[in-house]
C-alpha cells in the first residue's frame, strides 16, 4: 500500500531553534507539495516541486522557510529560526504531473509542531 | 484566480439522515473540482474528484457530488449519515491550464448524531 510517509509526526520546540520536517513521496510520483493548516488559515500551499525543481514557493515566508528535494525519494522544509506562529500541521503531498485525469495529490499524514 | 466557498464550517445531521456540504467555486477556467475528507489526526483523503467528464460524480464511503456550472456549485452528499462519516471536509479547486495548485475551503465539520 503505498503511501505518503513524514517524519517527525510531533515535534515541540523552543522559538529560535531550526526545525526540519522530512517527507518521502509515494514511489514514482514527481510532484511534491508542502502544505500548512491552522485554524485561523486553514490550508495553504506552502510550495510544490516538480522532477525536484521548485514551481512555486510564493507562499512560504522567504526569511525563515526553505524547501528542498535533494534527491527523488526525499523532500525536506526547514524553519530557522522558528516562532511560535509557526505551530501548524504541516501536510506532505505527492502526485502526478497535469494533464492527465488520474492528477490527484496523495497527502502524508502531517507533522504537528509546536514551537514554544 | 481560482476559489472555493463552503458554505457552513459545522454541519450536523443524524445517523441515517441527508448529508449535504455545500460547495461553490469562482474560476476563469474550467475547474477540476475535489472533495478531500479529514479524519481526526489524518492527513487528508480524496473523497471524489469532477475533471470535466461526467457531471455526477460518485466516490468513496458512498459519497457523491454534483457538479452545476450555472450555479458554480459542487455540494456533496450522502443520503444517509453513519457515524464514520464525522470529520471535516474539504472542497477544493484546480485550474484546468496546467495549474497544479489546490486552493482550498475553510473545510466543514460534520457531527453525526445517534
Known amino acids: 500500500d503505498a ?16 526545525v526540519t520536517m522530512r517527507c518521502q513521496p509515494i514511489l514514482g510520483h514527481n510532484t511534491v507539495f508542502w502544505y500548512r493548516q491552522t485554524m485561523m488559515q486553514g490550508l495553504e500551499l506552502l510550495a510544490y516541486f516538480r522532477n525536484r525543481a521548485p514551481l512555486d514557493d510564493s507562499g512560504m515566508p ?14 525536506t522544509l526547514k524553519i530557522q529560526p522558528s516562532e511560535p506562529r509557526d505551530s501548524a500541521v504541516y501536510f506532505c503531498a505527492s502526485g ?8 490527484e495529490q496523495f497527502f502524508g499524514p502531517g507533522t504537528r509542531l509546536t514551537v514554544l | 484566480a481560482q476559489s472555493v466557498t463552503q458554505l457552513g464550517s459545522h454541519v450536523s445531521v443524524s445517523e441515517g439522515a441527508l448529508v ?22 489524518q492527513g487528508l483523503q480524496l473523497l471524489l474528484k469532477y475533471t470535466s467528464a461526467a457531471t455526477l460524480v460518485k466516490g468513496i464511503n458512498g459519497f457523491e457530488a454534483e457538479f452545476k456550472k450555472s450555479e458554480t456549485s459542487f455540494h456533496l452528499t450522502k443520503p444517509s449519515a453513519h457515524m464514520s462519516d464525522a470529520a471535516e471536509y474539504f472542497c477544493a479547486v484546480r485550474g484546468y491550464q496546467g495549474a497544479q495548485k489546490l486552493v482550498f475551503g475553510q473545510g466543514t465539520r460534520l457531527t453525526i448524531n445517534p
Not at chain 1, 62 to 75: C, H, I, Q, Y
Not at chain 2, 28 to 36: G, H, K, Q, T
Request: hydrophobic fraction near 30%; charge should be positive.
Open chain 1, 96 to 103: 502526478f504531473p497535469p494533464g492527465g485525469i488520474n492528477n
Open chain 1, 3 to 18: 503511501r505518503v510517509t513524514q517524519t517527525p509526526r510531533h515535534k515541540v520546540t523552543e522559538m529560535g531553534q531550526e
Open chain 1, 62 to 75: 522567504k526569511d525563515r522557510f526553505s524547501a528542498e528535494m535533494p534527491d527523488a525519494t526525499l523532500a
Open chain 2, 20 to 41: 449535504l456540504l455545500r460547495c461553490n467555486y469562482s474560476s476563469s477556467v474550467p475547474p477540476y473540482l475535489f472533495w478531500y475528507v479529514q479524519y481526526p489526526n
